[in-house]
């Protein structure tokens, strides 16, 4: 509590004569929203959002969180993507024929929405492995190793927890040929994805009881 309050996520707090604090219902109810946002929100935002609140700055703050939801309807439609593209079972003929074609960091970049440095990124932490062409020595991607950066790519924006990384881990390990393997890890994440969101309206319930407390909405 004293960290939030020297961050500056709680308004001030006043002391007794011996020096205790003296913690209001407002305290109470910045605190417990701080603790109930957090989990959904990441912890950046939600100090953004605690000191607009301060500020009574309140469509700032709902569009902040408005924007974090929004990230996360596309991060869920991102992962039926990949689990529709998963969806027709092991690879075939077809597929190793798709892994002979080759694809440029740049044209990935622009196939994922994703900057080109994030993606060498994650090969230097040894989240994906690329190819290299054997004349220039440029980073060339077949449709296996892309599957793993689309996987990878859902969870980017999300907010870190235990399970996060677990499900990135398990992306690393994956067998880039094992098109089932990336089917689970891809359902998976729909169902990380589908806990945010029941996370996030927990969150988003203090925040609007916080806002009635501090008179920012009617009862």
């Given at each position: 509590m004293r960290n939030y309050e020297a961050h500056g996520l709680v308004p001030p707090v006043e002391?007794?004569?011996?020096?205790?604090?003296?913690?209001?219902?407002?305290?109470?109810?910045?605190?417990?929203?701080?603790?109930?946002m957090s989990p959904g929100f990441g912890m950046d935002v939600t100090a953004q959002?605690?000191?607009?609140?301060?500020?009574?700055?309140?469509?700032?703050?709902?569009?902040?969180?408005?924007e974090v939801q929004a990230n996360l309807q596309?991060?869920?439609?991102?992962?039926?993507r990949n689990v529709a593209m998963l969806e027709?079972?092991?690879?075939?003929?077809?597929?190793e024929a798709?892994?002979?074609?080759?694809?440029?960091?740049?044209?990935?970049?622009?196939?994922?929405?994703?900057?080109?440095?994030?993606i060498r990124h994650w090969e230097k932490v040894g989240l994906i492995t690329t190819s290299r062409d054997e004349k220039n020595g440029y980073?060339?991607?077949?449709?296996?190793q892309i599957r793993k950066i689309m996987l990878l790519r859902t969870l980017r924006p999300a907010v870190y927890s235990l399970s996060v990384v677990e499900l990135k881990e398990a992306i690393a390990?994956?067998?880039?040929?094992?098109?089932?393997?990336?089917?689970?890890?891809?359902?998976e994440t729909l169902r990380y994805l589908d806990q945010m969101n029941l996370v996030q309206m927990r969150g988003v319930f203090y925040f609007y009881q916080l806002c009635k407390v501090v008179q920012l909405v009617e009862e």
């Amino acid at each position: 509590m004293r960290n939030y309050e020297a961050h500056g996520l709680v308004p001030p707090v006043e002391r007794s004569a011996s020096g205790y604090r003296k913690y209001t219902e407002e305290h109470v109810a910045y605190f417990t929203c701080i603790q109930a946002m957090s989990p959904g929100f990441g912890m950046d935002v939600t100090a953004q959002v605690m000191r607009l609140i301060q500020d009574r700055q309140l469509q700032a703050a709902l569009w902040l969180v408005n924007e974090v939801q929004a990230n996360l309807q596309r991060d869920k439609q991102l992962a039926e993507r990949n689990v529709a593209m998963l969806e027709d079972g092991p690879a075939g003929k077809g597929e190793e024929a798709e892994n002979n074609e080759w694809m440029t960091i740049g044209e990935v970049a622009a196939m994922t929405s994703l900057p080109s440095s994030t993606i060498r990124h994650w090969e230097k932490v040894g989240l994906i492995t690329t190819s290299r062409d054997e004349k220039n020595g440029y980073r060339l991607f077949n449709r296996s190793q892309i599957r793993k950066i689309m996987l990878l790519r859902t969870l980017r924006p999300a907010v870190y927890s235990l399970s996060v990384v677990e499900l990135k881990e398990a992306i690393a390990n994956m067998n880039e040929e094992d098109v089932k393997e990336a089917r689970n890890i891809a359902l998976e994440t729909l169902r990380y994805l589908d806990q945010m969101n029941l996370v996030q309206m927990r969150g988003v319930f203090y925040f609007y009881q916080l806002c009635k407390v501090v008179q920012l909405v009617e009862e």
